[in-house]
């Protein structure tokens, strides 16, 4: 009873003026369709984010220069330079290390034959190989004793062969010029993609440790050292014997500040979860104003509605409708405006998403929840701004009511 | 038995801005079960004013007024309206038919607002169209009817819940002569044969002739209330 009489009227109005009831919506579809779409990207970000940290494997460590302190002005992270391969060595001795290499890395151009390409060369040992999982397609890794013979050997990432030796069949045995120093080309890497941030895991060139040092950047440091745990449940444990041991070789007597970092991915990885979590929330935040905006034009359309109906209300009001009724009625037309305007802002919204993932090749990912607090929130919108005007209605005197043209 | 309508010392005075309009000024009327009253009068007697009030949907600003021995005064507005929804029936002199609804939907609004079931409404409604003659115009709009038509529509919408009380002001204000005489034929008929008490207001005396009373408004009070010994049948 109830039902049919606030229900009904109220989809019955609202067919009528089916361009009217279409435009108020808009304005909650597009609130709606706003916070899905900011939702979607920012939490598909922070899942592929945790999803590709984690495929690097929960076991691993990296260890980076910390700050130095130089005339009372501390540096960033990464400011000192202290690290050496042989820090490297002495921590593969600890209990509980599966393999250890260094890294040093540098962006440079490349030429081979009659290309040249702007890449990232890393110089690293034969363990990277193990440590990142990731095997060659073709050729040899490169093994400690080109490490020790400091030999002008390098192994490329897949978008490196295209671009250097574009329609050659195999590079293995060509010779690649970096930084003027030719080196000869012994495997390729696998394939790896994209990584969280966007960027192209394959466009590396790896060369020993030692070969970057000596040849390309002179230094006696490295920029930091990666560790594999042998197990990922022991890893806080040899996150400590790092910490302990690189502490008494640095000779760091506290309380001055360690001039090295120890971070396992595990806490990068949620560090870069709930920083992408706050922006997403902020984001959608943002969005959610111009749901309210919609809400005031509900609640526009509604007073129209109101007056227009006037006579409707007053005869309504005279064949027995209690003002309870009355005031149903419209605050159901306002729910039902909002609503269904929220539920078609929740597709308009998950197809956004979909183009953004399938255009931008963004991952993108709607969570339920925020369905549900979108539509719920385009609701309350409906009942906050329509409360107004059906109050309005239903306070209307039944005979100036049934005497308004 | 109970009269249906007693009003004593009804008085309405209405305030635009600094002047007071007394509309209704001391009207004393019993209206019995099964009665016929015509209200006529001159234009600005308060004839539409009392019956406002007698309709409760507005009240009056001193006197007493009992409908079936309750007291209208101490009716909450949501009992006031549930009085209107079973007890009462409105016809205007502008039919005030809902714009783009059918005749069917019309006659159905009122049960809306009182217990029936939804399968049973529209059955009723029908059933009430048929008594009047007029089920034929159950899918018509309100636009698609002539005047006649819509102000049988009308009154089937009054009559569908089974008022004790039907209250008409000029309902053949907007018709021709031959119409009038139609609707007020049925005014009649429903008044003889189902026994339906009627309140009329109107300006023609030819239309008054079809009431068993007629009451005479001037300038807020009653100043003649006679039987009709020539009551008009058809
Ligand atoms: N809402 C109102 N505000 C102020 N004055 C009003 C109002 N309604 C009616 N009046 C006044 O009350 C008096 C009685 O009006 P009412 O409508 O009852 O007359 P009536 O007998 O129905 O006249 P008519 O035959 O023209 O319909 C008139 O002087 C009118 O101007
Ligand atoms: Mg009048």
Redesign the interface.
């Known amino acids: 009873?109830i039902f049919?009489?606030t229900l009904r009227?109220a989809f019955t109005a609202l067919l009528?003026n089916k361009a009217r009831s279409m435009l108020t919506m808009l304005g909650i579809v597009i609130g709606v369709a706003a916070v899905i779409v900011t939702v979607a990207i920012g939490t598909g970000a922070r899942i592929s984010v945790q999803k590709s940290i984690a495929s690097l494997g929960s076991n691993l460590i990296v260890v980076q220069p910390g700050s130095i302190t130089q005339g009372g002005a501390r540096s960033g992270f990464g400011g000192a330079s202290t690290l050496t391969p042989a820090d490297g060595l002495a921590i593969a001795q600890l209990p509980g290390v599966a393999a250890v290499s260094p890294v040093v890395s540098l962006r440079t151009q490349v030429v081979a034959g009659g290309n040249n390409w702007q890449t990232f060369v890393s110089g690293v040992a034969p363990t990277y190989s193990y440590i990142r999982a990731w095997p060659v397609a073709s050729g040899r890794f490169f093994n400690q004793s080109d490490v020790q013979a400091i030999a002008k050997v390098a192994v490329l990432g897949q978008t490196v062969v295209t671009q250097l030796f574009p329609g050659q069949s195999s590079p293995i045995g060509a010779s690649v010029l970096i930084k003027g120093t030719p080196f000869t080309v012994i495997g390729t890497l696998s394939p790896l993609g994209q990584s969280a941030m966007g960027q192209d895991q394959d466009d590396v060139i790896l060369i020993p440790y030692s070969s970057a040092m000596e040849r390309l950047t002179g230094l006696k440091t490295v920029n930091s050292l990666m560790v594999s745990s042998a197990q990922a449940s022991q890893i806080d444990e040899v996150q400590s014997a790092i910490t302990a041991l690189l502490v008494r070789r640095h000779r760091i007597v506290p309380p001055e500040p360690n001039d090295f970092q120890v971070r396992n991915l595990q806490a990068i990885a949620q560090a870069a979860g709930s920083t992408a979590q706050v922006m997403e929330v902020l984001l959608a935040s943002v969005a959610a104003v111009s749901l309210i905006v919609g809400g005031i034009g509900v609640m526009n359309i509604m007073l129209v509605s109101v007056t227009e109906r006037t006579?409707?209300i007053?005869?309504?009001?005279?064949?027995?409708?209690?003002?309870?009724?009355i005031l149903q009625q419209f605050l159901t037309e306002a729910i039902a405006l909002s609503s269904v305007g929220g539920v078609i802002g929740v597709v308009v919204g998950a197809l956004g998403a979909l183009l953004v993932s399938v255009l931008a090749h963004w991952p993108t990912q709607i969570p339920l929840p925020w369905v549900a607090l979108a539509v719920g929130f385009a609701a309350l919108v409906g009942i906050f701004f329509g409360y107004y005007p059906a109050r309005k209605a239903a306070a209307l005197n039944?005979?100036e009511a049934?005497r308004f043209e | 038995m109970e009269p249906v309508v007693d009003v004593r010392g009804l008085r309405k005075i209405y305030t635009l801005g600094q002047e007071e309009i007394g509309a209704l000024a001391g009207v004393d009327l019993r209206i019995d079960a099964e009665e016929f009253v015509a209200v006529m009068g001159p234009s600005g007697s308060g004839k539409s004013t009392f019956m406002q009030i007698v309709g409760m949907l507005d009240s009056p600003s001193s006197g007493s007024y009992h409908f079936e021995g309750r007291d209208v005064s101490r009716l909450t507005a949501d009992e006031r309206a549930a009085i209107r929804s079973s007890r009462l029936g409105f016809v205007f002199q502008s039919y005030n038919l809902l714009a783009r609804t059918t005749a069917l939907e019309n006659v159905e609004l009122p049960l809306l607002y009182a217990t029936h079931p939804v399968r049973e409404r529209e059955q009723i409604a029908r059933a009430q169209m048929q008594l009047l003659g007029i089920e034929h115009l159950a899918k018509h709009f309100s636009n698609q009817m002539s005047g006649g038509q819509q102000q049988r529509v009308a009154i089937a919408r009054a009559l569908v819940n089974g008022p004790a009380l039907i209250l008409a002001d000029e309902p053949t204000g907007a018709l021709d002569t031959k119409t009038s005489d139609e609707v007020m034929a049925l005014f009649g008929e429903l008044n003889r044969e189902r026994g339906i008490t009627i309140l009329l207001v109107t300006h023609e005396a030819d239309i008054a002739a079809y009431a068993k009373r007629i009451v005479r408004f001037r300038d807020g009070l009653i100043i003649s209330d006679r039987i009709n010994d020539q009551q008009r049948a058809a």
């Open positions: 009873m049919d009489a009227p009528r006579r409707e007053g005869l309504r009001m005279a064949v027995g409708a209690p003002g309870r009724s039944p005979i049934l």
